[in-house]
């Protein structure tokens, strides 16, 4: 799977700004016109749960569904994205040449939703309570790297619609303990006020994780990712990041985003149940998609077709 030709790779310049910033972006990866056309097909596509990896019944609770994590699984133009070199390529620029994607997700948020807690993760462990990801020697008490997320923006995102928000190298300290518990009510969606913005973490306060309670998050140092639709930007979960909320009538955000690691990672050890977010999603479908390089430890399930049976070697040209 080695790459004839590394169009897109990041330049020393963009490397030295990622590793300082934690973050890089917006980078455009498809143009608004070719965002809008995959979005209207992939719209449909996703209506069409036949082959999707989870199933609903257990996993839908308050305003989350996880039964719609990995939809690149069984949606082939979602799984297309995944895989697309103006993608791939940086991401290998940053994580080395063996790259898996080991999930994606939809962020979505409608008129009137509140914004998103601040919050880092690392081992992913911070509402299921078990680590996700495990860097090679880490522990779930250990603070890691985390994963490297690509955000694109399938509609606008802008301040009035509730675009992500960072603050640059924030990302070589943890601030959160994902190894505690977060209590989950779904009394508290657009419920509170936090510093005069309306925030949450969908059913959870993300702020009893803190390790330091008395602690605050230095939002004057934030940065609003305002993007247009086909930009995306590519942080470290590690970095301090939120939303802001969608304070308009009409206008809804969609975000959607690809969760990737290098291959020594393992991903979901000792775990065939993903519960959180009042949800509860089984594995036995799930599979890491490799996007570059080689597979080169076998630490993790990986999938060589699409849950429609495509084969993964189809979408990595």
């Known amino acids: ?59 839908m609770s308050g305003a989350t569904n996880i039964a ?51 919050h880092q993760a690392d081992t992913f462990a911070n509402a299921s309570g078990k ?22 923006a399938f509609t606008d995102a802008t301040r009035d619609n509730g675009c992500l928000q960072v603050i640059p190298g924030s990302h070589h300290r943890m601030n959160y303990d994902e190894s505690k518990r977060m209590n989950y009510d779904t009394s508290q969606i657009n419920s509170k006020v936090k510093d005069g913005v309306p925030r949450g973490f969908f059913g959870y306060d993300y702020r009893e994780l803190q390790i330091d309670p008395d602690w605050k998050p230095t939002e004057e140092d934030a940065f609003d990712l305002v993007m247009r639709r086909g930009q995306c930007v590519i942080f470290w979960s590690t970095l301090m990041h939120a939303s802001l909320p969608n ?6 955000r969609m975000g959607f985003a690809t969760r990737y690691v290098p291959t020594s990672v393992r991903v979901y050890p000792d775990t065939d149940r993903v519960e959180e977010y009042g949800g509860s999603i089984p594995l036995e479908k799930w599979g890491a998609v490799l996007v570059s ?14 849950l429609r049976g495509t084969p993964i070697s189809e979408f990595l040209g």
Request: charged share 30%; hydrophobic share 30%; with cysteine.
């Open 1 to 59: 799977m080695t790459l004839d030709t590394q169009q897109w790779q990041l330049s020393d310049t963009e490397l030295d700004f990622f590793r300082e910033n934690g973050y890089i972006g917006p980078l455009t990866i498809y143009t608004p016109e070719e965002m809008d056309a995959l979005w209207r097909r992939a719209r449909r596509e996703v209506m069409d749960r036949s082959h999707a990896a989870y199933p609903v019944d257990e996993a």
């Open 68 to 118: 719609n994590y990995d939809r690149h699984l069984d949606v082939d133009l979602l799984m297309q994205h995944v895989c697309n070199r103006k993608i791939t390529e940086r991401v290998a620029s940053i994580l080395g040449p063996n790259v898996l994607c080991w999930r994606t997700e939809f962020f979505p948020k409608y008129p009137g939703d509140e914004g998103t807690d601040w």
């Open 131 to 152: 680590p996700q990801i495990l860097w090679p020697g880490e522990t779930d008490t250990e603070f890691g790297k985390g994963t490297l997320t690509v955000w694109t």
């Open 247 to 252: 304070i308009t009538t009409k206008s809804h």
């Open 293 to 306: 390089g080689e597979d080169d430890t076998g630490h993790n399930k990986i999938l060589r077709e699409s």
